[in-house]
């Protein structure tokens, strides 16, 4: 199994351009995770989704980050316009539920390293 | 308000001893604890995990502890070997809220040969 793949690896931009960061879940996990890591902040979950449906977003930050799942293997982690102060390592996460109850091992993948200057 | 904590930021140990970290936690609704362990430009990977109907779950050279009525474990390596050298995460989940993890800031591990 590949595992959770994020891209891109690494991402410079430009305050104020969109920034679009992408993950696909390992294949049969029907729950996917969004984090953010800083030095201050820690380990944040922005979001997380259950088959595809948007579960809690009480994490992301600001209208400025937007997230889709439009199928089982593919989600989006949208930042617009983007900020410095949104400088982090984004991972993405993915686990096995069964009836709406997760097993909780979460799956993680390499991190996207977001710059933005 | 932090509901997970790890008061330690960093360890330090010599090879072959015993490695603790600790973990403390608020929510009295948290009945699944996990450690997860991350090195340098990798994502986390699951390491060990306890349920709250036991307090000691074993594999190998890691171990962890639960003591639910100080809302607190630990987790014990031995011996520690400098491939452990790495950062720890511990997290906490209520299974009645599927899915949702909340995770430490961290302790980040260093075992000296």
Same mark, same amino acid.
């Given at each position: 199994?590949?595992?959770?793949?994020?891209?891109?690896?690494?991402?410079?931009?430009?305050?104020?351009?969109?920034?679009?960061?992408?993950?696909?879940?390992?294949?049969?996990?029907?729950?996917?995770?969004?984090?953010?890591?800083?030095?201050?902040?820690?380990?944040?979950?922005?979001?997380?989704?259950?088959?595809?449906?948007?579960?809690?977003?009480?994490?992301?930050? +600001?209208? =400025?980050? #937007? %997230?889709?799942?439009?199928? &089982? !293997?593919?989600?989006?982690?949208?930042?617009?316009?983007? +900020?410095? =102060?949104? #400088? %982090?390592?984004?991972?993405? &996460? !993915?686990?096995?539920?069964?009836?709406?109850?997760?097993?909780?091992?979460?799956?993680?993948?390499?991190?996207?390293?977001?710059?933005?200057? | 308000?932090?509901?997970?904590?790890?008061?330690?930021?960093?360890?330090?140990?010599?090879?072959?001893?015993?490695?603790?970290?600790?973990?403390?936690?608020?929510?009295?609704?948290?009945?699944?604890?996990?450690?997860?362990?991350?090195?340098?430009?990798?994502?986390?990977?699951?390491?060990?995990?306890?349920?709250?109907?036991?307090?000691?779950?074993?594999?190998?050279?890691?171990?962890?502890?639960?003591?639910?009525?100080?809302?607190?474990?630990?987790?014990?390596?031995?011996?520690?070997?400098?491939?452990?050298?790495?950062?720890?995460?511990?997290?906490?989940?209520?299974?009645?809220?599927?899915?949702?993890?909340?995770?430490?800031?961290?302790?980040?591990?260093?075992?000296?040969?």
């Amino acid at each position: 199994d590949a595992g959770v793949i994020q891209s891109p690896r690494h991402e410079v931009t430009e305050m104020g351009q969109e920034v679009t960061l992408r993950c696909k879940p390992i294949s049969g996990h029907d729950y996917l995770f969004w984090y953010r890591q800083t030095m201050m902040r820690g380990l944040e979950l922005l979001i997380y989704f259950n088959n595809n449906v948007p579960i809690d977003d009480s994490g992301m930050p +600001e209208d =400025r980050f #937007s %997230a889709k799942m439009p199928n &089982a !293997s593919f989600s989006t982690l949208k930042i617009q316009p983007s +900020e410095p =102060r949104d #400088s %982090a390592v984004y991972f993405c &996460a !993915s686990s096995f539920g069964t009836s709406g109850v997760s097993t909780d091992t979460q799956y993680f993948g390499p991190g996207t390293r977001l710059t933005v200057l | 308000d932090q509901q997970v904590k790890q008061n330690s930021p960093s360890l330090s140990v010599q090879e072959g001893r015993i490695s603790i970290l600790n973990c403390d936690y608020t929510n009295s609704m948290f009945d699944y604890f996990l450690w997860y362990k991350k090195y340098p430009a990798e994502g986390p990977t699951f390491l060990i995990s306890i349920s709250s109907i036991k307090d000691k779950n074993e594999d190998g050279r890691f171990t962890v502890f639960l003591n639910k009525s100080a809302k607190h474990l630990s987790l014990h390596i031995v011996p520690s070997q400098p491939g452990d050298s790495a950062v720890y995460f511990c997290a906490a989940s209520a299974r009645r809220k599927a899915g949702k993890s909340t995770f430490g800031d961290g302790t980040t591990l260093t075992v000296k040969p």
